[in-house]
């Protein structure tokens, strides 16, 4: 077997290894890292641009070019220990994701959901579902073939051609399904969160001619029964999952933001945060991966004075809005509507905020609201700005403000928005006010961000160049830094792996996993924490199946084409034991949601943290 040989338990000692364990872990950690930076600083938002310039739908974007850029640390570890370091790493990295993806997301998800009670919607969750049953199928059909033609005895598994074709082919098939699912559903008779949901509200301003040749602008409200617009937003999102308990009480309010809005001036720095009684380790947690409303200074205060109304709203990024979740998806804004103008800055107090963080939004003479969702689509000349209303009284106060602000702002300027840029922060910047704790976070991190700023173009900044090419550029740059992290963060666990007796199958299917699961962990947590709960779970599903299907499928296919014979480096080793756990994983979660329609509450994150640390200590405890 060769390098199989290798990566057998009674080779593993640490007589031939002289690396420090510490100085080893320490890069396996930059590498995660490093893969996470590249992944949603860099390659996320230059495969979006691609998505656009080629003009692809946000359903087959979001499961082929942007499913490849969130789970590209897991692919390209797969392809490192196919072609390079010939390990069971990657198999196992990608394995032991597809635990984490589904057990401590998923719980992760729940509990940062408002209410921790998360609503599914079955139509968009069964699809995935169905598809990540299938590539377990797929998968468990590649692993069948096993021999033993070693004299110890040891099994390894056989991939065929054929095998690897079936996982890349039944990708293919769930592509051409999301791309026509709502034609599936349509033929089925099948109902979604979307056809159910109420009527959104549009309002367009319009000239009319008056006697005497006066021109006077109007304004038209119509209903819009199917708002494409919050399609990527969660567009499948039931709507309890948009709004908290203390949204529900303003409710009683609406039409009437007096019992929410408070009168402040300059001169006042009152602060209206809600506060939390007593410490919660798991809340302390879950504040610190993605803050909600009540952890993020003064974003309940709606502000009016002399100078117009003030108050906090999410928009939606333009480098991100094909992707289905991530971490810069939505932003924080500091909306200011004065004289019919828009304009928004990051932070409240803007006196250090430098011109190019400021938004000066174009001139619009219609905007859509999904009052259901607390959505505001802005439509502009030259792009659309959807915007997501904290709680129901910022969204109470702002379409007010719409309305006033409605193509009175006719004037172009130089100072408008660039539609092809976006403020951002820099990677090697220093942001004020930070506590000694990531002060030192960032400059210890410094080397590996000012090597991606300096190494791969970033979309996001203006340039001379045409949006595409600067993309091509981008990825290029992304698919080589990512080769390059997957190499050290293979080659660095194999060599921990070696030092502690650890085969590099079970390292791959603990360390390496959640080590590169961990930016899927935190974008789906600021999904549910915006109310993008469904979309998480949904992810979670997605990136399983594309870990499979593709992770695994595309380098054993390029593998069996290249030198015309099976891929045979892989020890059968634990993997049925692993099938096993992926099998009543999934099918605990349907047990759960049929059980309880749909519905995910918070003793059931607790049964999936429990249950992946059953699995965590069960692995460790047969290795040794």
Known sequence: MGDGDYYEEDDWNNEDWNQPLYLLVLVACASFYFQALVTEERFVPALN?????????????????????????????????????????????????????????TAFAIYASKNQRLILDPTSIMRDVIFYGLSLLCFYNSLTDRRVVDDDGTAYVFVSKFDAALLVGCYVLYVIVCAKYDMILSFLNIKTAKDTDEDGQHYEAFDEQLEGGIVKTQLSLSSVVSMPFVRSCGGREPTQNFIDSLDEEDDKSIGSTSSTVTELFAEKDGMACRSCHGFKPTKFLMDNIAPNNGAIEGINEIQRDANGTHLYLWQRSTFYDKARIGMNAWFLRYVTFSNGKVTSVPVRHGSDVMDEDTIIFPHFKSFDVDETRLMIKMTTMKRDYVLLAPTRAHLNAAMPCFEESLDRNTVETDKEHDFLSEPHESLISFPKGMSIIQLFFSTITFPLKAVIHFTIPDVRNKSSLSPTVRASVAIIACILALVVGSYAMVESLEDVGAILNIPPSIIGVTLSAAGTSLPNLVSSTCAARLGLGNMAIANVFGSNTFNILIGLGLPWLLYTIMYDDYYSDLPAGRINESMIVMVVALALFLVLVFQSGFVLVKWHAWLFGILYVGFIVNTFAQTY
């Open 49 to 105: 641009v691609i998505s656009k310039a080629f003009k692809i739908s946000d359903d087959v974007a979001g499961a082929t070019l942007m499913a490849a850029g969130a789970s590209s640390p897991e692919m390209f570890s797969a392809f490192v220990s196919v072609f390079i370091t010939h390990s069971a790493l990657g198999i196992g990295t990608v394995v032991g994701s597809e635990i984490f993806n589904q057990l401590v997301i």
